[in-house]
């Protein structure tokens, strides 16, 4: 069976790390999904991707800490101000230290994201660092997901315990939303600036989105020095006004996962590939973090998306295992082996 020279030539350099370029990722992202090209791209990604961290993958925890009616006004989220159906709700201590007892119970959560809408009260915000860098273990970095915020602002979350902030300039940023794509981008650099990692993502994919669109939208996160990034379809939630186009499959956003993993392959910094929501499509075709949800979700209509959308930990466990993932990494790096005898050790 042959293969087109240019799909050759990528995949030689990516074999190589030798970096993509716009026009290689463009290439890429223009072949079928269904075909023959598409299962060579995917395998290719997963192969190399597992070969330069010991075929490993890694499990994120997200709490949502606020749910408000947000400015953001995001036309495919759950919380825009325009169309939520949610009531204000802030989470309480007491269930932020169940939820953290929750994703550490067994010591193997690379990373906590605390989680709060485009506007937030950063002083509570930091409490609830602190907090949670206290209740953690030691093992287990703390993240931040907020809307735009100053350089001050990230230095203040350095200092109470943030390792690394999830942000993005968002597909037809300005135009399915309310923000400015230039203060999306300050913010990714506010971040940097602060001395933190930063975690970006192609998002949110529907199949509206043409290619060229989503070609920029990769290389923000390339250009910029991501240490994670990620893709991410978008959810049709019900209410929300871009319900209406539907949604790409599983199988797409795996070819999408493909393509973004080889692309930012060769990012100095670059050190893990996400996918959401969880799928094991995508874990075979380079994406290695998987996300265990707990409260408020923009994808989800239900308040605690525990109990929906969201995956708890032993499910994200069970599905790394079945993909193939010899190992779990602790937020310090260290491996933790991912065989038959630990799920049952964790219930998973
Ligand atoms: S995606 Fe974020 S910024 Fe946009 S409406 Fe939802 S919570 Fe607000």
């Excluded at 026009?23 to 992202?29: M, T």
């Excluded at 809307?147 to 993005?168: Q, R």
């Excluded at 032993?314 to 991912?338: T, V």
Aim: glycine share 6%; proline share 4%.
């Amino acid at each position: 069976m042959k293969i087109s020279p240019q799909l050759d030539k990528i995949l030689e350099k990516a074999w190589s790390n030798i970096p993509l370029d716009r026009q290689d990722c463009r290439y890429l992202l223009t072949i079928d999904e269904l075909s023959f090209e598409s299962g060579l791209l995917r395998s290719a990604a997963s192969s190399i991707i597992r070969s330069k961290n010991d075929n490993s993958a890694i499990i994120l925890g997200q709490i949502g800490v606020d749910v408000t009616s947000c400015p953001g006004g995001c036309k495919f989220c759950t919380f825009g101000e325009d169309h939520t159906r949610f009531k204000d709700n802030h989470l309480r201590d007491e269930e932020l230290e169940e939820k953290i007892a929750s994703f550490c119970q067994y010591d193997d959560l690379y990373g906590l994201y605390l989680m709060t809408m485009h506007s937030y009260d950063l002083d509570r915000y930091l409490q609830i660092i602190s907090k949670a860098k206290a209740l953690a273990p030691k093992s287990t970095q703390i993240w931040a997901n907020v809307g735009d915020s100053s350089l001050e602002a990230f230095k203040e979350m350095k200092s109470a315990g943030v390792t690394g902030v999830y942000h993005v300039c968002r597909i037809r940023e300005g135009v399915d939303t309310k923000l400015d794509p230039r203060e999306r981008l300050q913010t990714m650099k506010n971040a940097l600036d602060a001395g933190l990692e930063l975690y970006t993502c192609c998002e949110p994919i529907g199949p509206e989105h043409g290619v060229d669109e989503l070609v920029s939208n990769i290389f923000i996160g390339i250009e910029i020095g991501i240490t994670q990034h990620a893709a991410m379809r978008r959810v049709a939630v019900p209410d929300s006004p871009l319900a209406k186009y539907g949604q790409i499959s599983e199988l797409r956003l795996a070819h999408i996962v493909a393509t973004i993993s080889l692309c930012s392959l060769t990012v100095p910094t670059m050190a893990y590939m996400g996918v959401h929501e969880p799928n094991e499509l995508s874990y075979a075709s380079g994406a290695n973090i998987i996300t265990a949800e707990s409260g408020a979700n923009p994808r989800d209509s239900q308040a605690d998306t525990s109990k929906n959308r969201g995956m708890d930990m032993a499910r994200c466990r069970k599905m790394l295992f079945e993909c193939g993932f010899d190992n779990i990494r602790r937020g310090d790096e260290s491996k933790i082996p991912l065989n038959l005898d630990y799920l049952i050790k964790t219930n998973s």
